[in-house]
């Protein structure tokens, strides 16, 4: 078996860009920690070109990635009891979720699934680290699974792709390049026209587009704009997005701690390092004082953030994986076990702990489990039909020739149903007259914020002295939804 040597902390480093370099290569072990990955000593950008991954995980974040771009590309077409699977309609403040219509009435639910997310957050970050930025975000999803492969396609692996950008401006270089960036923008901007039916449905997005364009001059330099953006952050931005501007990854530091499961470089058994004779057998390299790492910097060339897992977890690592498929692929080629990087905690790999469920898990399951249920029981009693009250501006008494005293209101009733819903108002106390004006009854339409006048009159003596407490219901057929509690005015005695 191999040493289990310690690891020295001034150890393994990358210096420069992150194509493969030969093992034998002198390096600056203790560099590591001045400056990026992505970025020289005087703080200036190097461009990284990871090698192609070939390995099982790569393949299985293949299949899950398809099956993510399948989600978004098709959401907008999928319709769940009518209603899109997602829809974040800002400009009329309508969202639908999973089917369900939310309004701005229902801000306390968006609340709580706020607190949700960022509590779900950390209870899987804490336990399982930046799993969600390997698998499932959407910048390493497009970056690494589309625009990268995109990449190779045409401008090959990452030595021919060093080389392209070296080579003189020539006619074959000029015509990749066009290409390469020419479906890069495509993309973006059909990605963007996506995002965009995620926000004002698909059938309207059909309708701007088969609009001659002069309509929608507004949208359509908008659009342009949007795709430009994501053009220039997956074919000049890229990793950086991850380092510079995502604040998950920044808050690593806080959540993680030595139980949490990161993909990790195991230095018990990887150092000390050193590069591989051919004839030595690996069965035997123990002997000679050295562990399962052959300093090949296979895991560096294929890292898309331009970092070296050896030297530990680090900020600019989104966990996609790479490293571990290429360091399987010499482990296998040497004939030593898989698995030199791997998924593990710090206490896994050097005290052989599998995952501990901690306090501090517990604490964030429990408050998480408390804030699911909340959301839960909000989500399923929340009603239908959704009525508020209000006077009408401005307004204050007046008394009538027979003696009776009346007040304005303005009623504003929320449909979030995807049906026509009748509705009636009745004056539950004190006894009196409650008029619907201009309508006999109101029928408010699916989905739709309906407004109208209310005049309630009460006789003086059911009135109190200033203001008299009023209990409205909020009926539709006859079942009654919902409670509402004004004041109607009068005159002080
Ligand atoms: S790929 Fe594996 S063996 Fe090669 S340098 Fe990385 S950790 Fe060491
Ligand atoms: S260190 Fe490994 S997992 Fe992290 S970003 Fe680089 S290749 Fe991906």
Same mark, same amino acid.
């Not at 050295?290 to 090949?296: E, K, M, P, T, V």
């Given at each position: 078996m191999p040493t289990h040597l310690k690891p020295d902390p001034t150890s393994p480093g990358k210096k420069g860009a992150v194509e493969a370099k030969p093992a034998a290569q002198e390096i600056?072990?203790? +560099?590591?920690? +001045? @400056?990026?990955?992505? *970025? +020289?000593r005087e703080g200036r950008r190097q461009w990284i070109y990871p090698r192609k991954v070939i390995g099982r995980f790569f393949r299985w974040r293949t299949w899950f990635s398809w099956l993510l771009l399948a989600i978004m590309f098709a959401g907008p077409f999928i319709t769940l009891r009518g209603n899109p699977l997602l829809l974040m309609n800002i400009v009329e403040r309508k969202f639908v979720v999973f089917g369900q219509i939310f309004w701005p009435q229902d801000m306390i639910i968006f609340a709580i699934a706020v607190l949700v997310f960022v509590v779900s957050v950390l209870v899987f970050t804490t336990a399982f680290g930046r799993l969600w930025c390997g698998w499932a975000c959407p910048q390493t999803v497009m970056m690494e699974m589309v625009f990268r492969k995109l990449e190779y396609l045409i401008e090959g692996d990452a030595h021919q792709q060093r080389a392209l950008d070296q080579a003189p401006w020539t006619a074959p270089k000029i015509f990749k390049k066009i290409s390469k960036h020419g479906l890069f923008y495509a993309l973006s901007f059909l990605v963007g026209n996506v995002l965009l039916s995620y926000i004002i449905g698909w059938q309207q997005l059909y309708q701007i587009i088969t609009d001659p364009p002069a309509q929608h001059v507004t949208g359509l330099s908008f659009m342009i704009a949007f795709s430009l953006l994501f053009y220039g952050i997956f074919a000049r931005f890229r990793e950086q997005a991850c380092t510079f501007i995502c604040p998950y990854g920044r808050m690593q530091s806080l959540l993680l701690d030595e139980n949490s499961i990161v993909v990790a470089y195991d230095h018990t058994r990887g150092e000390n390092r050193a590069p591989i004779k051919r004839e030595q057998v690996f069965a035997e390299r123990w002997q000679t004082g @050295?562990? +399962? &790492?052959? *300093? &090949?910097n296979h895991c560096v060339s294929v890292c898309p953030t331009g970092i070296d897992i050896r030297n530990g977890t680090q900020m600019e690592c989104v966990h996609c994986t790479a490293c571990m498929d290429a360091c399987d692929n010499v482990m296998t080629k040497i004939g030593a076990p898989r698995g030199l990087i791997r998924y593990a905690s710090l206490n896994g790999i $050097? #005290? #052989? $702990?599998?995952?501990r469920f901690t306090p501090r898990l517990a604490i964030y399951s429990v408050v998480l489990t408390v804030l699911v249920s909340l959301f839960a029981v909000l989500v399923f009693s929340r009603s239908d039909v959704e009525a508020t009250l209000l006077r009408a501006p401005g307004s204050l008494f007046q008394q009538m020739p027979d003696g009776h005293f009346s007040n304005l209101y303005t009623v504003k009733v929320v449909n979030k149903t995807s049906r026509d819903v009748p509705v009636e108002l009745r004056l539950e106390n004190p006894a009196g007259n409650l008029q619907v004006m201009g309508t006999g009854n109101i029928i408010v339409p699916s989905q739709k914020l309906a407004e109208y006048s209310v005049l309630i009159e009460l006789e003086p003596a059911a009135m109190k002295s200033g203001a008299t407490p009023l209990f409205i219901g909020v009926y539709s057929h006859g079942k009654r939804l919902q409670n509402l509690k004004t004041s109607f005015l009068g005159p002080r005695n």
């Open positions: 600056n072990w203790s +560099d590591f920690r +001045d @400056h990026l990955g992505t *970025a +020289d @050295h562990g +399962d &790492c052959i *300093a &090949c $050097e #005290r #052989r $702990e599998p995952l």
